[in-house]
């Protein structure tokens, strides 16, 4: 069996132990060692990774198996992980991040297409430099077996109008059931929108998630965005609406229309998106007047002022049925 080390920084983070092929081994066995630096492999006494999935700002995330499961079933480990050199304050807010993540899976987990937390754990180990010790946590979360829309637009081009109205009839009730319950995601974008293998799509990655239920008018919210995607209100630190999270679903709609980054899209002279000219040309005037329709309400998801923009994902949904 192949074990994937998750110390950062390893020098050989892919280990393998012939005895583990043996099921009632795995299931038994007290603990496996990084063969590089030491570092435990068997993560809370149940995870064991298999492959390094990706990093990101504050992380890494590793597909791993459940030996205390049956099938040893499939999930995916996030590991706590900043990189840069962070001052004591910055360090406390990403943890303070990793941390919300774990608290919003656990109380949205419910939603069928939001992942369900399976663990949230830490552990402290030896460290590779003599003498100290390395504090890591982790969070264990349902495993979605697909791709991402980014993905997806890489492998197959474009998106017809048809595909991306899926896209938002499968991604705005998710959003709603975020909003009611009072948080805003802060972070859609291609990335974070999963297509499982049977068609259903996902929201992931709630690391960004701002509770918004004792919001109040002129409030801050931290500068965790993704460059592109997030509207004005948020690039300036101001408070987040419902309507912030439509802002940047629209974008990523727009995306996967045209086939186009976000600076391609974007006019800084007049300050406003322009992506029509990129989506293609529309067929026949029938289809022309429902594209259009379509059209404006993308365009009115992404007017700059939030109040300008539909406040709700019901309010949208209303439009593209109406």
Same mark, same amino acid.
């Given at each position: %069996? ?9 020098? $050989? ?6 005895? #583990? ?20 492999? @068997? ?28 099938? %040893? ?85 474009? *998106? ?10 499968? @991604?705005?009730?998710? #959003? ?16 974070? @929108? ?11 990655? *709630? ?38 999270? #439509? ?45 259009? $329709?379509?059209?404006? @309400? ?25």
């Amino acid at each position: %069996m192949e074990i994937y080390c998750t110390r950062p920084g390893c020098p $050989r983070p892919l280990n393998f132990f012939a005895d #583990l092929d043996d099921n009632n081994l795995v299931k038994t066995v007290q603990q496996k060692y990084c063969t590089a630096c030491g570092m435990q492999l @068997i993560l809370d006494g149940r995870y064991l990774s298999a492959k390094l999935l990706g990093r990101g700002g504050f992380g890494a995330a590793f597909l791993a198996r459940d030996r205390r499961t049956p099938g %040893m079933r499939r999930c995916v480990v996030k590991q706590f992980q900043p990189v840069g050199d962070l001052t004591p304050d910055q360090l406390q807010i990403a943890q303070n991040l990793f941390a919300r993540e774990g608290e919003v899976l656990e109380e949205l987990g419910s939603h069928p297409q939001i992942p369900d937390l399976f663990a949230f754990f830490d552990i402290t180990v030896p460290s590779i430099q003599p003498g100290k010790q390395d504090k890591f946590f982790y969070l264990v979360q349902e495993f979605i077996d697909g791709h991402n829309l980014e993905e997806e637009l890489a492998q197959k081009g474009k *998106f017809s109008p048809d595909e991306v109205l899926f896209v938002l009839q499968e @991604i705005l009730p998710v #959003l709603k059931f975020v909003h009611d319950s009072g948080s805003i995601h802060r972070d859609i974008k291609l990335s974070n @929108i999963m297509r499982h293998r049977n068609g259903r799509l996902y929201l992931l990655d *709630f690391g960004a998630v701002k509770q918004v239920t004792k919001a109040t008018p002129g409030g801050s919210s931290t500068g965790i965005y993704s460059m592109g995607f997030a509207p004005p209100e948020q690039m300036a630190g101001g408070q987040v609406y419902p309507s912030t999270d #439509l802002y940047a679903l629209a974008v990523t709609c727009i995306i996967l229309l045209t086939g186009k980054q976000p600076t391609e899209l974007f006019d800084v002279y007049t300050n406003q998106w322009n992506w029509r000219p990129h989506a293609g040309a529309i067929a026949t005037a029938a289809v022309a007047s429902e594209w259009n $329709r379509f059209a404006d @309400i993308l365009d009115q998801m992404l007017l700059s002022a939030p109040n300008q923009r539909f406040q709700s994902a019901d309010e949208v949904l209303h439009a593209l049925t109406s």
